[in-house]
């Protein structure tokens, strides 16, 4: 480690568990991210704040706002996921 970033870690000690991370972009079956969930709640105030700070670059926000929309649609529902990008991509051949 740095000797710079030491005393920083010391301060601010960080203990990620990365199991548990992982475990948040994984779709379980027994228990789907519904709107009324706590991790929604804090998903959508992380969402609030990179769309706001978004703001003057439309293709950024428009990409962005698709793969939040993506991923709650992923977490939700599982592999019906991969139909709705299916039937996305189909709809943007045709036009």
């Given at each position: 480690?740095?000797?710079l ?13 990365f199991?548990r ?5 994984k ?7 519904i709107?009324?969930?706590?991790i929604?709640?804090w998903?959508f105030?992380a969402f609030?704040?990179?769309y706001?700070?978004?703001?003057h ?14 991923y ?5 529902s599982?592999t019906?996921?991969?139909?709705l ?11």
């Amino acid at each position: 480690m740095k000797p710079l970033l030491k005393p920083i870690m010391n301060m601010f000690p960080i203990d990620i568990d990365f199991s548990r991370l992982l475990e948040a972009f994984k779709y379980n079956p027994d228990a789907p991210m519904i709107f009324s969930s706590g991790i929604f709640l804090w998903l959508f105030a992380a969402f609030m704040v990179i769309y706001t700070l978004l703001q003057h670059r439309n293709t950024a926000r428009i990409l962005f706002v698709a793969l939040f929309s993506y991923y709650f649609y992923y977490k939700s529902s599982g592999t019906y996921f991969f139909l709705l990008a299916i039937v996305i991509k189909k709809c943007l051949v045709c036009y």
